[in-house]
């Protein structure tokens, strides 16, 4: 029922910036974001949290990205940003945007993905 569409992935050279946009929507009813957030997958590796933020702007951040990536977030507008600066080769991975959602019509609360975005840092 909720859709997530990210958009800003690319290809970027080391050092480089990226700005990561996540918009949540839905059909037929109405919704409130509890905690969006971003994961990242490289090939061959687990899932990990790169950045959370709660709908009261608690923000959370995986260590390797501390002091590069900032997330922000608009309960309201149900859209999330990541910002990612000073770009490494590491950081190449598919970007999941994640919902944790309340739909009241259905009383679910519910997390949901994007399609994922690729991010490819070239050294």
């Known amino acids: 029922q909720v859709q997530l569409v990210e958009s800003g992935g690319g290809l970027v050279q080391a050092g480089g910036s990226l700005r990561l946009s996540c918009a949540a929507s839905?059909?037929?009813?109405?919704?409130?974001?509890?905690?969006m957030g971003w994961y990242r997958q490289a090939p061959g590796k687990q899932r990990e949290l790169v950045a959370a933020?709660?709908?009261?702007?608690?923000?959370t951040y995986a260590d390797s990205v501390k002091g590069r990536f900032y997330i922000s977030g608009d309960s309201a507008k149900k859209t999330v940003a990541l910002q990612m600066n000073s770009l490494k080769p590491e950081d190449t991975a598919v970007y999941y945007c994640?919902?944790?959602?309340?739909?009241?019509?259905?009383?679910?609360?519910?997390?949901?993905w994007g399609q994922g975005t690729q991010v490819t840092v070239s050294s």
């Open positions: 994640n919902a944790n959602v309340w739909e009241p019509y259905i009383r679910r609360r519910s997390d949901y």
């Open positions: 933020i709660t709908s009261g702007g608690t923000t």
């Open positions: 839905k059909s037929g009813g109405i919704f409130s974001i509890n905690e």
